[in-house]
């Protein structure tokens, strides 16, 4: 993770902020209070201004004003913990017990380290004889105040969202004081944040080194195992820590979502009913329960827990996604109007809006309504595309890099390296591009089993390349050339150890993770008489499909035409590399060729993997088994030609696309 920069030229607008703010520290709100009205006029949505305004009326006791100043600072800022800390204040002034509390307890969820919302709340709870919510507030007061100061603030900045002035602090607080537990775990948040796992992995076992009975940086480091899909290793953890609290709901909530994650759904399911009956009003735990009821084929009990999701928060845009990406299901008109004025209102949260943006076009899609529906989704993308901090020129690299060290002479100097074992089967590619349907087939096949999209391949990847930065030359795939024929069998074998939890005795299983295209030199040496095949779609298709589709995580590049052209490109670039350096070693399947001759493509899917010819594959529709992907629903019914040209009802808005992907879009 890359140290932030803090601009060393402030704007005039931040100047006068911080001007305005020494002189309310400074308890000088006669004077402040004109200045940041006047201020106002210019910025007049800043949060920083807004918030000091409703200061100094508070402070001046002008109660009223200050709170309609909060509920306006709340419309734009709903995330800002202070705001509500200020509320809690105002309504303490007019003795508004019950609302005081609401107020301080709502800062303190949204940031825990807000040591005068602790100090309060252990006042008026005591007041309101809550003994046992004031213990606890004394308990979270004692330990921020045990903290530096310097971590208490940035850690209350991280919270807020100010993570570059937050990293800022924590790290030249490292460099002054070493080690410290509490500055290196905020450290780790922030790395979590920033999706840089290794880094937080790396930064919490050093945390649980130094203080191993430290209970909220074991919870940490059990998330990010889980989100590493290191789910063993998670459940090892989370299980330490319901020994000490058995009845801890967010312990409980992440046990049974690592359930989810190495498959073992029936159980899961069991589990989040129970929670449920414990936090009916949770909408989180409805939406959890509805994604394993719908990667199990129980769609209608699905959407049944999406829509109490929903009634529990209204708007609720991943609920409101997750039943349009069952991709069989058809809102009412009542749904359509609902979503369409909860993307309206201005109070909608960011990640709900561009959830209901894809919601609505797949719902406008499904109506015929191909206009609105393509302005949805170019509004979706274009917001999720301003959270991403995805570079093309990255995986172009890779591709350019994979090229030059992977020559069919590299390949004949470390011919029969690796770990012999024929049982993996890799489906790669681009994701919507027939790979679940493809997946469904072998899976149904008495001798082969689906599992997920493994992460393994990408995780050796990541070790291979170490702690480097985005602008250094990339160790991998160069260092490739100086690795043994027992490393490359190491990773064979290992690669096999750590997928073992996925599954049961079948001769071979399946990896579906479309990304691993970008290994197959590394996948050919570790594992060599591992199957290949490469899901193709026609580029059009594939590519708008892809724009259609939320992705839960990754696959960021699918957010804009340039973007996803560009992938594409890369994709077929390298694809022909790996044909000419391994001939024969890839199988590649045309999802249109697979719709138009299903069993003629089944068998010679069946062939290439070395499996006998078998009805079932067929009937793959009639499969019982958990599917993960946006097609789940989609490969639980019989083949269909009504997706091949589906994307021809968008062409009209389809040329910028065209004109990125160039010659290939004649294809």
């Keep these: 993770m890359t140290v932030a920069i803090i601009d060393p030229k402030p704007s005039p607008i931040a100047l006068e902020v911080q001007r305005i703010r020494s002189l309310t520290e400074k308890g000088q709100f006669a004077e402040a209070l004109p200045a940041a009205e006047a201020l106002r006029l210019q910025v007049p949505e800043n949060r920083d201004v807004l918030y000091m305004i409703a200061i100094c009326l508070r402070s001046l006791g002008r109660i009223p004003e200050a709170l309609a100043t909060l509920t306006r600072l709340e419309e734009l800022h709903p995330k800002y913990s202070r705001l509500y800390q200020e509320r809690g204040h105002c309504f303490v002034v007019t003795r508004s017990l019950q609302q005081a509390i609401a107020a301080f307890t709502r800062a303190v969820t949204m940031n825990p380290a807000l040591p005068a919302s602790w100090d309060a709340l252990r006042l008026l709870l005591r007041m309101n004889q809550q003994a046992e919510r004031a213990d606890v507030a004394v308990e979270q007061l004692t330990r921020l105040q045990a903290m530096p100061t310097e971590i208490v603030a940035a850690r209350s900045m991280f919270c807020d969202g100010e993570l570059q002035a937050a990293e800022e602090i924590t ?24 999706d840089v796992l290794d880094d937080a992995e790396f930064l919490l076992e050093s945390v649980l080194l130094l203080i191993p009975k430290d209970r909220e940086a074991r919870f940490d480091y059990a998330q990010v195992l889980f989100r590493r899909h290191q789910y063993v290793r998670a459940l090892g953890e989370l299980d330490k820590l319901l020994k000490l609290d058995p009845t801890n709901i967010p312990y409980r909530t992440t046990y049974v979502s690592t359930l989810v994650g190495l498959g073992r759904f029936e159980q899961a399911v069991q589990l989040f009913r129970m929670l449920i009956s414990e936090t009916p009003r949770a909408e989180g735990l409805h939406l959890s329960i509805a994604h394993a009821l719908k990667t199990m084929g129980r769609q209608e009990e699905a959407v049944q827990a999406y829509r109490t999701a929903i009634a529990c928060r209204p708007g609720y845009g991943e609920a409101y996604w997750s039943i349009a990406n069952l991709k069989t299901y058809r809102f009412t ?51 999720k595309h301003q959270s991403l901090r995805y570079r093309p020129e990255t995986v172009e690299r890779n591709t350019r890099l994979q090229i030059d060290v992977c020559t069919r002479e590299f390949f004949a100097a470390r011919e029969g390296v690796g770990c012999p074992s024929g049982e993996p089967i890799f489906i790669v590619g681009l994701p919507r591009s027939g790979s679940t349907l493809i997946e469904q087939i072998l899976a149904s096949h008495s001798q082969a089993e689906g599992t997920m999209e493994l992460v393994d391949v990408q995780r050796l990847v990541q070790v291979l390349q170490g702690r480097e930065s985005r602008e250094a030359e990339p160790r991998y795939p160069a260092l490739l050339g100086g690795l043994s024929a027992a490393d490359f069998e190491r990773f064979g074998e290992q690669y096999l150890a750590d997928t073992r939890v996925f599954r049961t005795q079948k001769r071979h299983f399946i990896d579906k993770m479309p990304n691993n295209f970008r290994h197959l030199g590394l996948i050919h040496l570790m594992l060599p008489n ?69 069993e003629g493509n089944v068998r010679r899917i069946l062939a290439f993997c070395g499996l006998e010819f078998e009805a079932a594959c067929l009937d793959f529709h009639k499969t019982e088994r958990s599917v993960r992907t ?38």
């Excluded at 004081?177 to 790395?191: F, K, S, T």
């Excluded at 993307?343 to 406008?364: I, N, P, S, V």
């Excluded at 639980?636 to 879009?665: C, M, S, T, Y």
Aim: aromatic share 12%; hydrophobic share 40%.
């Design 530 to 598: 591992a199957k290949i095949i490469d899901a193709r779609r026609e580029p059009l298709a594939c590519c708008f499909s892809n724009f259609k589709q939320l992705f839960a995580v990754g696959q960021e590049f699918t957010y804009s035409f340039e973007d996803i052209a560009r992938y594409y490109r890369t994709y077929v670039e390298l694809m022909a590399h790996w044909d000419a350096v391994l001939p024969g070693k890839v199988l590649r399947v045309q999802h249109e060729d697979v719709v138009a001759d299903l």
């Design 333 to 383: 008109m009542q749904d359509i109007e609902d979503m369409r004025l909860a993307e309206a209102h201005q109070r909608t949260a960011y990640e709900d809006r561009y959830h209901l943006c894809f919601a609505l076009g797949k719902a406008l899609e499904d109506a015929g309504e191909y206009a609105e529906s393509y302005s949805y989704y170019e509004r979706g993308n274009a917001l």
């Design 630 to 667: 946006a097609s789940s629903e989609q490969v639980r019914q019989p083949i269909n030609r009504a997706g091949v040209d589906q994307w021809r009802n968008f062409e009209p808005w389809l040329g910028p696309l065209k004109e990125a992907l160039g010659p290939l879009a004649d294809l």
């Design 171 to 194: 790290r030249q607080f490292l460099l002054k004081r070493g080690n410290q537990p509490d500055a290196m775990r905020l450290l780790a948040n922030m790395a979590m944040a920033n």
